[in-house]
């Protein structure tokens, strides 16, 4: 591996580590009906994902799988000012995925997964979020089962993995 290439998966693997810190102190300071775009971008960087909303918003998607288990969506009004704020991944959203929503609804609710595997024998896509897990030393997982042929919800399904 050349020199510049390592030091480029090094700068990448500690920024990774980084996002969730620096979501500690910027996220706070982000606060709808005050804070303008502009320093959204400042603090967060670029979003993963414009979602243009029907009322004229758009919703900027933070997310940081696949390593974290959050996914900040944040709704910038017409007038460039935040009106909300929504970490994504909750049960209250997970709640919310109904059987033969399409991927675009998948995405929006809950926002990029941490992966997507097809499983051609069971005619499944599989979309994998990191999330929060109802104790430190477990690693949970929620997931979305589409049909390979409808491009639809099937079911979801979740599992909890023990970490070391």
């Keep these: 591996m050349k020199i510049s290439a390592w030091i480029g998966a090094a700068a990448a693997a500690i920024g990774s580590a980084l996002l969730p ?10 606060k709808p009906g005050i804070t303008r ?34 996914c900040y969506m944040i709704t ?16 209250a959203n997970y709640g919310r995925v109904r059987e033969g929503a399409s991927k675009e609804e998948i995405r929006r609710l809950l926002g990029a997964p941490g992966s997507k595997t097809v499983y051609n024998n069971l005619q499944e896509e599989v979309w994998e979020w990191r999330i929060e897990g109802a104790i430190p030393i477990e690693e949970s997982y929620f997931m979305v089962h589409f049909d390979t042929d409808k491009q639809r919800v099937k079911k979801t399904s979740s599992r909890v993995a023990m970490r070391g």
Excluded: K, M
């Design 76 to 91: 910038i009004g017409s007038d460039q000012i935040v009106t909300a704020i929504e970490q994504a991944l909750n049960q």
């Design 21 to 30: 810190a620096c979501d500690l102190v910027n996220l706070p300071e982000i």
């Design 37 to 70: 775009a502009a320093e959204v971008r400042a603090r967060l960087g670029e979003p993963g994902f414009e979602h243009h909303n029907a009322d004229g918003s758009v919703t900027w998607e933070y997310t940081r799988q696949p390593a974290g288990v959050h």
